[in-house]
Nanobody, 127 residues
Framework: QVQLVESGGGLAQAGGSLRLSCAAS????????MGWFRQAPGKEREFVAA????????VYADSVKGRFTISRDGGKNTAYLQMNSLKPEDTAVYYC????????????????????WGRGTRVTVSS
């Protein structure tokens, strides 16, 4: 069972940057796609970004495209989310997860395709 721990959240000003990390323990997540999702207060969890098993393919939500970058380091069993040009609407709890199922190595924007969710890290962006 893979366990994921997110870190790097905090308070940032609009226009600022934060870098989130997602460290995996237990079984290696090598070979599996990874995803970042977020949940703002009073809203449903939404897709942010995903990366395939070898980092060769990434996909982003339109709301973060051009501002956020997802990456992974297989040697460190860690995934990252670099967030630049932050906006107040980016305020949310951010979660990482591992892709499950038949196409576990490929990206997905559907939260139902992911498992082993972390507990999340809170990001607050002030205007």
């Amino acid at each position: 069972q893979v366990q994921l721990v997110e870190s790097g959240g905090g308070l940032a000003q609009a226009g600022g940057s934060l870098r989130l990390s997602c460290a995996a323990s237990g079984l290696s997540f090598f070979g599996a796609a990874m995803g970042w999702f977020r949940q703002a207060p009073g809203k449903e969890r939404e897709f942010v970004a995903a990366i395939n098993w070898n980092g060769g393919r990434t996909v982003y939500a339109d709301s973060v495209k051009g501002r956020f970058t997802i990456s992974r380091d297989g040697g460190k069993n860690t995934a990252y989310l670099q967030m630049n040009s932050l906006k107040p609407e980016d305020t949310a709890v951010y979660y990482c997860a591992v892709r499950r199922g038949e196409n576990y190595f490929n990206t997905s924007t559907n939260a139902a395709d992911f498992g082993s969710w972390g507990r999340g890290t809170r990001v607050t962006v002030s205007s």
